[in-house]
């Protein structure tokens, strides 16, 4: 059974930066293709970031790009998502997902069909 718990959100201000971490069990992230997606209240979830299964591979939607960054530590099977110069606008519960499948280009696994778990969600409040 594999499980992602996220933590590290919390309350920021415009301009200031975070660290999300999702812990994985009952699967190796070396082997695994990783996202991040954010949900704002009365939105659709949407896509943030993803990594590929052999961390060769990164990709960002338009929104994030140049503040957010994933990463996997392999020795922690953990994954994470800095984010840097947060707006309002980034505001969301922010959930990390799970691909067993063996996607590629990283570019595909900016889609919610091709993950297979999810965590709960970390609430991210970015305040003006």
Excluded: H
Aim: with cysteine.
């Amino acid at each position: 059974q594999v499980q992602l718990v996220e933590s590290g959100g919390g309350l920021v201000q415009t301009g200031d930066s975070l660290r999300l971490s999702c812990a994985v069990s009952g699967r190796t992230v070396s082997s695994t293709g990783m996202g991040w997606f954010r949900q704002a209240p009365g939105k659709e979830r949407e896509f943030v970031a993803a990594i590929t299964w052999s961390g060769s591979s990164t990709y960002y939607a338009d929104s994030v790009k140049g503040r957010f960054t994933i990463s996997r530590d392999n020795a922690k099977n953990t994954v994470y998502l800095r984010m840097n110069s947060l707006k309002p606008e980034d505001t969301a519960v922010y959930y990390c997902a799970a691909s067993t499948r063996f996607i590629t280009p990283a570019k595909a696994m900016g889609a919610r069909s091709a993950y297979d778990y999810w965590g709960q969600g970390t609430q991210v409040t970015v305040s003006s």
